[in-house]
């Protein structure tokens, strides 16, 4: 089996999940995971698949466009290459770092590249900004491996110090508290 990466974009509608899908059956392929939103008025979904080692790759990206662009959207496919992770994000332990706050330009760049400058990873990131002048709308979600043998106090202590600089109150729990405390 040939293992592969795809993204698919475009304007929303009914159907695209069906789409990718079906032409994925067609040609012998299985999805092994997604992840899929509807940002604003866009649907945005990356797709881990496997194809017959038979199968053309280049072939099943030519039925995707092809059957894709007929809804307006857009495809990218490529192997995934066989990498072992980062042996500091094996042994890493998963926090949620939240600010709230006005919503202004730059925000997200400040602090990932903190978080990047510490060798945390994020994986996983969401915005809530429903604008306006109330800054309790205005949230950004960051799901983080925080490597073990980091300075982590260094990494708190940054973090904060750039969140007051943008008037951000900030919030750093590990996700199993986040999860907890969370619960609807």
């Known amino acids: 089996m040939t293992k592969l990466i795809l993204s698919v974009i475009g304007h929303d509608r009914p159907g695209i999940i069906a789409a990718v899908s079906g032409i994925l059956f067609e040609k012998g392929g299985n999805i092994e995971a997604v992840s899929q ?53 094996i ?55 925080i490597p073990r043998n980091i300075d982590r106090q260094a990494l708190n202590r940054e973090l904060r110090q750039q969140a007051e600089a943008l008037s951000l109150t900030l919030n750093i729990q590990h996700r199993k508290i986040f999860e907890e405390m969370n619960r609807i």
């Open 37 to 89: 939103t509807i940002l604003q008025t866009q649907f945005s979904g990356t797709f881990i698949v496997t194809i017959p080692a038979t199968t053309p790759v280049e072939t099943l990206r030519e039925e995707l466009a092809a059957g894709l662009n007929l809804l307006g959207l857009d495809v990218l496919l490529r192997r995934v290459e066989k990498k072992e992770p980062l042996p500091s994000l």
């Open 91 to 145: 042994d890493a332990e998963p926090f949620v770092i939240t600010t709230q706050g006005p919503d202004q330009k730059g925000l997200v760049a400040r602090i990932t590249a903190i978080i990047a400058r510490h060798g945390v990873n994020v994986t996983n990131l969401q915005a809530i900004f429903k604008g306006g002048d109330d800054p309790e709308n205005n949230i950004m979600i960051y799901e983080v491996d």
